[in-house]
Structures are given as structure tokens and as C-alpha cells.
């Protein structure tokens, strides 16, 4: 691709500044451990993904990862000194300044084996050896990232990371590729600490998120289905996740997939979708169900087998209407506390609200309500979220409502 060469667009971001993904970190302070693997390469990324969700972050090194990173990177990534010795200010017991959340991350074969056995001879053994002793004490948490070739990889490592998991650390999965553990990535480290430090009433609470298209069949190629993408279902579940819920979603095929790190279930028509939800439901005690799912409302009288050749019975297809998902589920779990969202087009706000009221007044709880014609100055998605209160808050663009819901399902009674 050609360039112009013209200057970058002006930001009102500082050079060592990041743009916020979210608060859940805000007010946080995190110790990021970085020992001597190459994977040590990564933490200016982490440091800064951290950041993007409001925590202060410093950097603590063994001699060895310095071999893999530079201090200026992560001083410059941080905005923070960096740890790199035991002084006479006894940084690895931070007395005066005390951390939330010691990350360690790569956590190596040496590392993590001196852990288990109480070997404090270094920065990063050392700083690891107090922050214990507060884990114990309820005053922070510990995370490890194991990180290692796979011949590494052996019983000694097990006994380790079994002694550690049933003293309270916690051990994040390692992603599994080319005989390798290696580091998640850094959104998905975030996303964890997110989840270990969260203090909302929704922690380990299951949630279902539906989202995306349902659509139907008209023979074994061809499909009746609709525009709307599913992202704003993601946008919910994500926000569930970072709060720490036992989030799962799902999503209708369509023209945009979650991400690898949020739990989902990919669901390719509507009888798949409607089986899907009662499956989930029936699966454990879920406190409320989000149904953000465009659900088909016609479907072919009958399906066509194989391809069927254009003209012919193509000509003319009978529609019959499906059955209403959302009202199949208020029958079946009559106790869960349901979300649902009602699109419409050609109506004034007014007639939108009543819209939605009517459906509250048939036993769901919350309806997000939106017109195809109103949009934010950006363009964005603009909702309201319609309750028994009277209050219908204004919500625009997909991480508002997201947020927004979440700030909801957090004040229901019973959590």
C-alpha cells in the first residue's frame, strides 16, 4: 500500500499515555514479575494493556530477563521506576505502598519451583516470598503465567504448580502452541486480573448473553438471515467477564466471530439457537439471561433438500413464523431474570417506549429499546434501557450499554 507521506493525525494522548479499554482497574497497583525467558520481550505490551484499564503498574526484573528487555522500554511502558535489585528501600516488601496483585509474567521453570519451596534469593524470589506472606494475610493476590519449553515441563514443575494452586495462587493457563507454553496475550492477561481483583456483586454469578443472527434454512446452501452482526452481544459478555461473572454467550453465525478468550458457542441456525438455550439453561442455576440474539421471525414452510437450482422452486418461497424464543424461555424458567431487546424502525421515541413497556408488562424484566434512526454523533448504536423503575437512561454506543447492563444486573435485589 502506497503512503503520502503525511504527518500522523494529531491525539491528545501524551507520548507515554494510554487510551482506556475500562476502569476495572482503576486504583489498582500491580507488581509485574518478569523473569528470564524470552517471552520477558512482551511486558512493555503487558504493562500497557494493564494501564488501559486504569492500574498503576511497576516493573520488577531478574537479572536475566534484562537480557530480554530493556529498562527504558519498560520505564517508558510503565511510567515507573523499575525494580531491579534489593536495596536498602526494601522495594520487594512495598510496606508503604502495597500492591493489589503481584503478576508474574513469564513465570519460568526456576522461578516458579523456588516459589513452591520458600527460596528468597533475589529480586523477584524475594518479592514473591513477602507477597506470600499478604496473600496469606488476605492483603493481595498472586498470579503466574507458567511459560517454558515443553521438555521443562515435568513432575517437579507439576508437584510445583499443585502446591501453589491449593495455597491460594493462581495459576492463568498458558497458551499451548509449538511443543510450547507461552504467554496469552496481553488483553488476556488483563482480562484475568480484571477478573481475580473484581469486588462485583456478579463475581462467579452465570449470566447467558445471546447474540448475533439465527438464520433458517432454505435448502442446504442457502440461508434467510439479517444484518445485524453480534458484537454488541460481545461488547455484553466481555464487560460480564472483566466483572468477573461466569459469562457465557451465545452467537449466531454471521459476519463477525468473539474472540478466542470469551466463553462462547457458535450456533448456526435458529433450531440450533433455540436448542442451544434451553441446553445452557438447563445446565446449571443461571441468575439472568441477556437475549441480544436478532431471532429469525420467519422461516420456509419447508426445507428444500440439496442445492436447488435457481428458478423453479425458488420462485416463490412460503414464510411461517417461528416461535418467540424469549416467551418459550419466560415459560420454561419462570425465576430468571430476563433482558431482552426489541429493534424497530418507522417509530418515534414515544412509541419506542411504549413498545417497550408492553413488553415489560408481559413479565420480563428489563427491555433495551432502539430505533434504527437514531444514532449518536459517531454513528454509534444508541439504546435505552427500559424498567419497571420509570427510568429509561440514555445509553450510546455498544461499551455503554454494555456497561450500563452490567450496572443494572448489579443492583438487582438477591445478588
Known amino acids: 500500500m502506497s503512503w503520502n507521506f503525511t504527518p500522523p493525525t494529531d491525539s491528545e494522548l501524551g507520548d507515554r499515555e494510554v487510551p482506556r479499554d475500562g476502569n476495572h482497574l482503576q486504583g ?27 492500574a498503576e503498574v511497576v516493573a520488577f526484573t531478574s537479572e536475566d530477563a534484562l537480557r530480554y528487555v530493556t529498562i527504558d522500554a519498560l520505564e517508558w511502558s510503565t511510567i515507573n521506576p523499575v525494580i531491579t535489585r534489593l536495596t536498602a528501600a526494601a ?34 524470589s524475594s518479592a514473591l516470598a513477602s507477597a506470600l506472606g499478604r496473600m496469606e494475610r488476605g492483603k493481595t493476590k498472586i498470579l503466574i503465567v507458567p511459560t517454558m519449553h515443553g521438555s521443562l515441563h515435568n513432575s517437579i514443575l507439576t508437584e510445583s504448580l499443585k502446591t501453589l494452586d491449593r495455597m491460594g495462587v493462581s ?20 482480562i484475568e486480573i480484571c477478573r481475580l481483583v473484581s469486588e462485583s456483586p456478579l463475581k462467579d454469578r452465570s449470566i447467558l448473553v445471546t447474540g448475533g443472527p439465527t438464520p433458517v434454512e432454505i435448502d442446504s446452501i442457502r440461508r434467510l438471515t439479517n444484518r445485524f452482526t453480534g458484537r454488541l452481544g460481545a461488547s455484553i459478555t466481555e464487560e460480564l467477564y472483566l466483572s468477573g461473572a461466569d459469562a457465557f454467550l451465545l452467537h449466531g453465525r454471521g459476519s463477525y466471530e468473539p474472540p478466542s478468550y470469551l466463553p462462547h458457542r457458535i450456533v448456526e441456525t435458529y433450531d440450533e439457537y433455540l436448542a442451544g438455550v434451553m441446553e445452557e439453561l438447563d445446565k446449571k442455576s443461571y441468575l439472568g439471561g441477556i437475549f441480544s440474539a436478532a431471532v429469525a421471525d420467519y422461516r420456509p414452510d419447508r426445507v428444500l433438500s440439496g442445492k436447488t437450482p435457481s428458478g423453479g422452486a425458488l420462485n416463490r418461497i412460503d414464510l411461517v413464523p417461528t416461535g418467540k424464543v ?29 413498545i417497550a413497556r408492553d413488553r415489560l408488562a408481559r413479565g420480563y424484566q428489563a427491555v433495551i429499546a432502539n430505533r434504527g434512526e ?36 448489579e443492583r438487582v435485589p438477591g445478588q
Not at 171 to 190: C, F, Q, T, V, W
Not at 374 to 397: C, D, I
Request: no cysteine; net charge positive; glycine share 8%.
Open 171 to 190: 495459576i492463568m493457563s498458558p497458551r499451548d502452541d509449538y511443543g510450547k507454553h507461552n504467554l496469552p496475550g496481553e488483553k488476556e492477561l488483563a
Open 374 to 409: 437514531e444514532t449518536g454523533e459517531n454513528g454509534e448504536q444508541v439504546a435505552y434501557l427500559v424498567t419497571e423503575s420509570g427510568e429509561s437512561p440514555k445509553m450510546v454506543g455498544k461499551k455503554a450499554i454494555a456497561r450500563s447492563i452490567v450496572e443494572h444486573l
Open 326 to 354: 424469549i416467551e418459550k424461555v419466560r415459560e420454561r424458567f419462570p425465576a430468571l431474570y430476563m433482558m431482552t431487546f426489541k429493534y424497530q424502525e418507522g417509530v418515534s421515541h414515544g412509541e419506542l417506549m411504549a
Open 28 to 54: 489498582k497497583r500491580i507488581a509485574l514479575l518478569i523473569t528470564g525467558g524470552i517471552a520477558a520481550m512482551k511486558a512493555p505490551l503487558i504493562a500497557r494493556a494493564l494501564r488501559r484499564q486504569g
Open 91 to 124: 522495594e520487594h516488601l512495598s510496606d508503604r505502598s502495597p500492591f493489589d496483585v503481584y503478576l508474574v509474567a513469564p513465570a519460568t521453570y526456576n522461578t516458579i519451583n523456588k516459589f513452591r519451596h520458600g527460596i528468597a534469593d533475589g529480586v523477584i
